[in-house]
């Protein structure tokens, strides 16, 4: 980090998006409920004002993992969580993201609230 910048992190908790991931054929014919928290460790400038382009949109950050999770059909969570992690490497101000992706009805014979991962990365 640099001298004259600061840090603060950006916390987005329970954004819910419909897809069609899972090894499962009917996973990827019927899709499913799934749940990602996001951190997001980022950097602004020593002297800020009251504006939105000195800081990193949550707006943007969100619709961008929403492409990337919904633009295609993956069979791994693992797979999923990477592939957003790196797409958020288009915003210079992330220094370091973590992602908890959860599968909130996990096609398995038994009951759990979800079955999930999570991942970080530094930038």
């Known amino acids: 980090m640099k001298?004259?910048?600061?840090?603060?992190?950006?916390?987005?908790?329970?954004?819910?998006?419909?897809?069609?991931h899972g090894v499962h054929p009917e996973e990827n014919k019927l899709g499913q409920e799934f749940e990602i928290d996001?951190?997001?460790?980022?950097?602004r400038s020593e002297t800020m004002e009251d504006r939105l382009d000195q800081?990193?949109?949550?707006?943007?950050?969100?619709?961008?993992v929403k492409q990337v999770f919904t633009g295609k059909t993956f069979k791994?969570?693992?797979?999923?969580?990477?592939?957003i992690l790196d797409s958020l490497s288009e915003y210079p101000q992330i220094k370091h993201a973590?992602?908890?992706?959860?599968?909130?009805?996990?096609?398995?014979?038994?009951t759990?609230?979800?079955?999930?991962?999570?991942?970080?990365k530094s930038y």
Request: glycine share 4%; aromatic share 10%; no cysteine.
């Open 3 to 20: 001298t004259k910048e600061k840090a603060y992190k950006i916390n987005i908790k329970g954004l819910r998006l419909y897809a069609y």
């Open 55 to 64: 800081v990193l949109s949550y707006w943007d950050a969100m619709t961008t």
């Open 38 to 43: 996001l951190v997001l460790s980022v950097v």
């Open 76 to 83: 791994l969570l693992e797979n999923a969580a990477q592939t």
């Open 112 to 120: 759990v609230d979800f079955v999930g991962v999570i991942m970080e």
């Open 98 to 110: 973590e992602i908890n992706l959860k599968k909130l009805t996990p096609p398995i014979p038994v």
